[in-house]
């Protein structure tokens, strides 16, 4: 079956300094991952997908098949980031099975 | 905003009542999606939609049921509300696949439901 791990609940960071969110995941077909985000009185929104292999709002995200993860990074860590990561795996029909999520703070 | 309009937006109600959630889009998106949401567990699948009256089960569909009888509307049905039904419930939509490379989810706004 498949399963979408993020290990930390609250991570709090210092303006400017780095953030890494980490994201494991298990399937047993081609995996296909995302990164949603939810601000403050604000719908979940699509982040980034692995497939682009873009950069949004300075967060990157690569895809290891090896070590299956995901993990969310960006090198200066900005207060607008303050909100809920959620990361996610498609499987089956067009399913997306999510994460617990992670809830990080930025201290100004 | 994709339009997507979740009604009612707050619900309380007791234990044993049937409750109804409504989930409204004007994207005429194929696919619909009802999640819920809750510390600690993030979100996590009951049911979806992949087309007029073609509905199937998620990974915690006990106690909920789901009908689509037009592209537009997905209804989540407690039939007997519990009190571990209380959460924060979202819908999305997507046109097609999840995964293309211009596709995703758009989600509602959310109604959160009490169970006293």
């Known amino acids: 079956a498949q399963r979408v791990t993020q290990p930390e609940k609250l991570l709090s960071v210092f303006k400017g300094a780095p953030v890494e969110l980490k994201c494991n995941y298990s399937?047993?077909?081609?995996?296909?991952l995302f990164w949603y985000v939810q601000y403050s009185r604000q719908r979940l929104q699509l982040l980034l997908r692995?497939?682009s292999r873009e950069s949004i709002k300075g967060f990157t995200a690569d895809l290891n098949k090896g070590e299956t993860s995901f993990h969310l990074k960006k090198p200066f860590a900005q207060e607008e980031d303050s909100a809920m990561y959620y990361c996610a795996l498609l499987y089956g029909n067009n399913r997306l099975a999510f994460g617990k999520g992670n809830q990080v703070v930025v201290i100004p | 905003d994709a339009g997507i309009t979740q009604s009612p937006r707050h619900k309380v109600t007791e234990t044993g009542t049937p409750v109804t959630l409504r989930c409204h889009q004007t994207e005429n998106h194929r696919y619909m999606y009802w999640y819920r949401q809750d510390p600690g567990h993030g979100l996590r699948l009951i049911h979806y939609?992949?087309?007029?009256?073609?509905?199937d089960k998620g990974e915690v569909s006990d106690g909920y049921s789901v009908s689509r009888s037009k592209t537009e509307d997905f209804l989540l049905t407690l039939e007997s509300a519990t009190s571990s039904q209380t959460s924060v419930y979202f819908c999305a939509i997507s046109e097609s696949r999840a995964g293309a490379t211009n596709e995703k989810l758009f989600f509602g706004s959310g109604t959160q439901l009490s169970v006293l």
């Open positions: 939609s992949y087309g007029v009256k073609d509905t």
């Open positions: 399937y047993s077909g081609s995996p296909e």
């Open positions: 692995h497939i």
